[in-house]
């Protein structure tokens, strides 16, 4: 951990505007102090691969518990139990970039990422979809009215390439529909022709909301 | 943040990556877009799209960069020429191609 954390710090160090690192509890987590002096403390961790519950419960033990749990590399995934287990003690879960915007927040455990609550918020409000729930930090098993629960990966892309679907695939598993994030942009056709080739869609938002009605 | 993180120096910094793939990287266009490449303060990523020769090219761009190398994390999308053509991408993104020869940047949009 004490080489991820000089790495975190080395990082905000170089940016005068970054929350900056005031200290280290026992247990090793950063304390981090935002510009409007709000603290909160710093969890970081260094798997590689999929982010499980066993990787983040001890974490949680100690007197001192940290409101944001981050991973380097940031590329890694998620875990749905990992991401419960985080959400059900309070904290937030991300990646090093996230420790800024938590710090904004001015309550990191209550830190979400603005797209997935945007997404989840809409599905679950969606009236054929009875339930949301994580399989990973991106994809949802979205559970219906009417019709089979489905699986939705939703990628941060402002323009879907054919590339994203195949590295979604790689990374993620089986999807139903992959559904871009922003609401601008385009899906390319190439995108679309990978998608249907490996039995999904891929979706705008807009598309997404209709999707599940069917 | 873009205060402080140059435009310049990302630029820099993303030749250099280009330079360490090797032939990888041959016959690609690398375009900044977003914040960064507007010199926007705050930034929080740095938008970088790929168009490649080939899906398989592409493929092999996605596992041989680590976003997390530069001074920001790095916001990848990859495409076929063909696909960004087909979708008028550097010019809807306003992007600036960046040299991967020794030449300066230019506006695509």
């Not at chain 1, 009215?145 to 990966?153: E, F, M, N, W």
Request: proline share 3%; with cysteine.
């Amino acid at each position: 951990m004490a080489n991820l954390n000089e790495w975190v710090a080395d990082k905000l160090a170089q940016n005068p505007h970054e929350p900056k690192i005031v200290g280290y509890t026992p247990e090793q987590y950063l304390i981090v102090e935002a510009k409007s002096g709000y603290k909160f403390l710093v969890a970081v961790i260094g798997v590689k691969g999929i982010i499980q519950a066993a990787h983040v419960q001890s974490l949680f033990v100690g007197v001192n518990k940290p409101q944001l749990v981050i991973n380097v590399p940031s590329e890694t995934l998620w875990s749905g139990a990992a991401i419960h287990l985080i959400h059900a003690e309070g904290a937030a879960f991300g990646k090093m970039g996230d420790i800024s915007r938590a710090a904004d927040t001015g309550n990191a455990g209550a830190f979400r990422s603005k797209s997935m609550s945007y997404f989840i918020n809409a599905m679950e409000q969606h009236g054929n979809v009875t339930s949301v729930s994580y399989l990973f930090e991106s994809v949802f098993r979205v559970t219906r009215r009417i019709g089979t629960d489905l699986t939705v990966a939703v990628i941060d892309a402002y323009n879907m390439s054919a590339e994203d679907i195949r590295n979604t695939r790689a990374l993620m598993g089986y999807f139903d529909a992959v559904v871009k994030s922003t609401s601008y942009g385009s899906i390319t056709p190439q995108a679309e022709a990978a998608a249907e080739s490996m039995g999904a869609k891929a979706l705008t938002f807009k598309g997404l909301m209709q999707w599940l009605a069917k | 943040m873009a205060g402080k993180i140059k435009r310049s120096n990302v630029i820099a910094d993303l030749r250099e990556l280009a330079v360490s793939l090797g032939p990888k990287v041959s016959g690609t266009e690398w375009h900044l877009f977003g914040s960064v490449n507007r010199d926007d303060p705050g930034s929080s990523d740095i938008d970088l799209m790929i168009f490649c020769q080939s899906d398989t090219q592409a493929d092999m761009l996605r596992q041989a960069i680590d976003c997390d190398s530069l001074q920001l994390p790095l916001h990848l999308s990859l495409f076929t020429f063909e696909e960004a053509a087909a979708i008028n991408l550097a010019s809807v993104q306003e992007s600036t191609v960046i040299p991967l020869s020794n030449t300066s940047d230019r506006s695509s949009g």
